[in-house]
């Protein structure tokens, strides 16, 4: 006899049993349900760590706020809730790269950063990232991390969640603040990528 083993937790099941009915009665279909979590997980929600990261880049300021207490400071921009208690700022810099993971569960600040991507969650992730974060930021990110650069992998929990705040791109000594947050997307703010440069930007 086959053992049925249930791959979801009791949220998850009842989630998927109310996303199915929905389908099946027509009410909404996979396509739009899939655009909204898109905009979510890449555009609105980490628009706040957007605004966060280049309020660091161009405010000497509230980067040092950001690094003594980036709860307060993330907080004073309107970002605050339960998912965004007891936050830590990573930055890198030209010898240190930061990479976050969850090796326990999936927890994400959600108030900065949108809705977790799928990838985040999986369990291969979130284990071969701890074991060889270089290898998943090259074959899974295209991110090559050369050698003389640390590589710092910090593990988030619900009691502590982290942003990691990517370098300022060259060349964007004259941009605002309001066009540096264009350079900011979620993945950089994981650190499985860096902020996107002006020509990526332009092209």
């Known amino acids: 006899m086959t053992q049925h083993v249930n791959k979801y937790t009791e949220y998850e ?17 996979p ?7 898109s905009y979510y997980e890449n555009d609105l929600g980490p628009m706040g760590g957007a605004k966060v990261v280049a309020k660091s880049w161009v405010d000497p300021e509230y980067r040092e706020w950001l690094k003594k207490d980036a709860t307060a400071a993330i907080a004073s921009l309107g970002y605050a809730g339960e998912q965004a208690h007891q936050i ?3 930055f890198n810099d030209p010898k240190t790269h930061h990479v976050v993971v969850c090796t326990l ?5 959600w108030p900065v950063l949108g809705l977790p991507p799928a990838w985040y969650k999986s369990m291969e992730y979130r284990s071969r ?11 899974d990110f295209d991110l090559s991390i050369p050698d003389d650069v640390d590589v710092h992998v910090w593990d988030s929990s619900s009691e502590i ?8 791109p060259a060349d964007t000594e004259d941009w605002s603040e309001e066009d540096l947050v264009k350079l900011v997307t979620r993945d950089s703010m994981i650190g499985v990528q860096k902020a996107l440069s002006p020509q990526q930007v332009a092209g």
């Open 13 to 29: 099941a009842r989630t998927k049993a109310i996303e199915t009915l929905l389908y099946e009665r027509g009410i909404v279909s």
């Open 31 to 37: 396509k739009a349900v899939d655009r909204i979590v």
């Open 88 to 90: 830590t700022a990573a």
């Open 105 to 109: 569960c999936s927890c994400y600040p």
């Open 129 to 139: 990232v701890v074991a060889d974060p270089r290898g998943v930021l090259r074959t």
């Open 161 to 168: 969640r982290y942003i990691v705040i990517p370098e300022r």
